[in-house]
């Protein structure tokens, strides 16, 4: 009987435990804990294991769904039994950690699969917006704008948001790691991104030891101008992307799911579905990877690719702390 595990007991760790239940009714699921402390068994689950344990099961593949600081050293522990890994984002807490990981699968020639868990991709708008740039229906893209803003004590109200990872440094918290979503896609859409310009503010309303705002000014190799704003702090959540062309414009809402094309002519609407079940796209994402274990899959964001976004935080990082000692 095939056996499948997840390294974390969180929210996230558990989403990933109920789509696996759902994928694979009959499979045997082990859940570990990444503290060692959380022995609270989550439903459907045959138990909470160590990695040792689950290593020994022979899983078919790993999702690992702990806190960013502890994503490396779980994922190098799975593969070094070359048993497929699946790591949610971010791929690590700062980009020497993710480079650590990069350099040991290059090292030790790991050659199963591992993947990072960049969920934005597998919504049925993103492909939308990806089918329709590969058009050139715009033309020469001059300007990107990207936001999200989502009011952090509303995200799991089931907990005291200060204990949660979002809040917290040590665990890779704050606004550009928890929200890193929108430089992936970004990347993914455009190409590489140059980091021109970085503003991380902590507000104050929450008490942190993070940033819960932060404003870049990107760039591409192609003269695209991105800006891109991430925050902690409104209270209606907004997501969403504009891209402005030589022919047009696309506005992509996150939210909303819809994606609308506006040219001289008038409007398009491309893609629109307000009511669709924001699950579906982890599902998307897990049977991409499944199909991943047999053959190459191009659609998951790679270790490579998700150390060069690490790259672009630390970046932006490094940049505001240098320009607050000016």
């Excluded at 690992?64 to 971010?90: D, R």
């Excluded at 190409?191 to 008490?207: A, I, K, P």
């Excluded at 022919?247 to 002519?265: H, K, M, P, Q």
Aim: proline share 3%.
């Amino acid at each position: 009987m095939a056996v499948y595990g997840v390294i974390g007991l969180g929210s996230i760790a558990r989403r990933h435990l109920g789509n696996l239940r759902h994928m694979h009714p009959e499979g045997v699921l082990y859940a570990v804990s990444a503290s060692g402390i959380n022995k609270d068994i989550p439903a459907n689950v045959s138990g909470v294991v160590s990695i040792e344990q689950l290593i020994s099961f022979n899983p078919e593949y790993v999702i690992v769904a702990s806190p960013a600081s502890f994503h490396v050293n779980a994922a190098q522990t799975i593969l070094a039994h070359q048993i497929p890994v699946l790591i949610e984002k971010p791929l690590a807490h700062d980009a020497v950690s993710g480079a650590l990981l990069q350099r040991y699968c290059y090292e030790h020639k790991i050659n199963t699969t591992v993947a990072v868990g960049y969920c934005l991709r597998f919504m049925q708008s993103s492909r939308v917006v990806q089918e329709f740039l590969a058009t050139n229906t715009l033309g020469k893209i001059y300007n990107v704008s990207s936001i999200v803003g989502q009011y952090l004590p509303s995200w799991r109200p089931e907990k005291d948001f200060k204990n949660t990872v979002s809040a917290q440094k040590k665990l890779g918290g704050g606004a550009l790691l928890e929200l890193s979503h929108e430089l992936d896609y970004l990347q993914w859409l455009f190409g590489d991104l140059t980091l021109q310009h970085s503003s991380l503010r902590n507000s104050l309303e929450f008490d942190l030891d993070v940033e819960d705002m932060a404003d870049l000014t990107l760039s591409t190799s192609t003269g695209i101008h991105i800006n891109v704003h991430l925050d902690f702090v409104q209270k209606t959540s907004q997501r969403k992307c504009q891209i402005i062309g030589k022919n047009g414009r696309v506005d992509w809402d996150l939210i909303a799911n819809s994606v609308t094309y506006y040219n001289a002519e008038g409007q398009e609407i491309l893609y629109s579905e307000p009511k669709y079940d924001k699950n579906n796209m982890y599902i998307r994402m897990l049977q991409e990877f499944e199909c991943c274990l047999h053959k190459k899959g191009i659609n998951l964001a790679s270790i490579d690719s998700s150390v060069k976004i690490l790259e672009l935080i630390d970046a932006a990082k490094q940049q505001n702390e240098r320009r607050s000692f000016n």
